[in-house]
C-alpha cells in the first residue's frame, strides 16, 4: 500500500482515519444520551431538538462549516476564549474532527434511537418491580440491548466522518499534511494536471472504506443480536 500510494496520499488517508476516529469517540456519548431522551422521554421542547440534532443532514454542508467558522474561529469571543486554554479549531485537524463529529451525529442518534425504541419496555418494567434503580436498569438492561445499534450507529457515524468534505475544507481549508482529509485530497488532485491518478487511487480506498464500514456494521449488528437473544 505504501508503494501505491505517494506520500501525500498516504498522509491525507491517515488523517483522514485520525479525523474520524475521534469525531466519532468524542460523538458516540452526547449521541447516546440525546438518543435516549428522544426515545424514551416526553418533555417541551422534544421535537426542536430532534430537528438540531438532523438540522447538519438538511443543510448543505458548506453552511456548516462556515458556522463552525463565525462560532470557532481565531477571532471569535468563543474561539479566542478557547485560544486562551490552548485550544484551537479552526485550520487545525481538531477543526476537521469537528466538523466531521457534527455532519456524521444524526447517523449516530438515529440508529441508536431505534435500537432503544426496538427494546420490549416490560423488560425493563420487570426489572424495576423487582426493586432495580433505573440506573441499574439502563445499566444491566436498556445498555446491553442497545448495543447492535450503538456499534451500527458508531462505525455508520466513522464512515460518515471519513467522506466528509463540504463542512471540513470550509472550517479548516485544505492544508496538505494538516487538514487535508480524503475527500479534500480528491478534490485537490482533480484540481492540477495530471493529478487525475492519484485522485482515482483515493476514490478507490474511499469506497473500500465506505463498503467495508457499512458490512461491518450489518455484521456487528446481526452478531450482537444473536448474542443477546442466546
Known amino acids: 500500500m505504501s508503494d501505491w500510494l505517494g506520500p501525500n496520499e498516504w498522509a491525507a488517508v491517515l488523517l483522514s482515519i485520525k479525523v474520524a476516529f475521534w469525531a ?3 460523538s458516540l456519548p452526547a449521541a447516546i444520551g440525546i438518543a435516549y431522551l428522544l426515545a424514551k422521554k416526553e418533555f417541551v421542547g422534544k421535537q426542536l431538538l430532534n430537528g438540531i440534532v438532523h438540522l447538519p443532514l438538511i443543510l448543505p454542508p458548506v453552511v456548516t462549516g462556515y458556522l463552525l467558522l463565525i462560532t470557532f474561529g481565531k477571532r471569535t469571543p468563543i474561539g479566542s476564549f478557547l485560544a486562551e486554554w490552548g485550544i484551537e479549531f479552526a485550520f487545525r485537524w481538531s477543526g476537521a474532527a469537528l466538523a466531521a463529529a457534527i455532519m456524521a451525529f444524526p ?3 438515529r440508529a441508536i434511537r431505534l435500537s432503544i425504541e426496538a427494546i420490549d419496555p416490560k423488560l425493563e418494567e420487570a426489572a424495576a418491580t423487582l426493586g432495580a434503580s433505573r440506573r441499574w436498569v439502563f445499566l444491566t438492561i436498556t445498555l446491553p440491548l442497545m448495543l447492535p445499534g450503538i456499534i451500527a450507529g458508531a462505525v455508520l457515524g466513522f464512515a460518515k466522518a471519513m467522506g466528509e468534505f463540504g463542512a471540513t475544507i470550509t472550517f479548516v481549508s485544505n492544508i496538505p499534511g494538516q487538514t487535508q482529509t480524503l475527500p479534500s485530497a480528491i478534490y485537490a488532485f482533480l484540481q492540477v494536471p495530471g493529478g487525475e491518478s492519484s485522485a482515482t487511487k483515493l476514490v478507490i480506498i474511499s469506497i473500500i ?11 456487528l449488528s446481526r452478531r450482537m443480536s444473536r448474542r443477546l437473544q442466546s
Not at 209 to 219: Q, R
Open 209 to 219: 472504506i465506505a463498503m467495508s464500514a457499512l458490512l461491518a456494521s450489518e455484521w
Open 24 to 26: 466519532t469517540l468524542f
Open 107 to 109: 447517523l449516530l442518534v
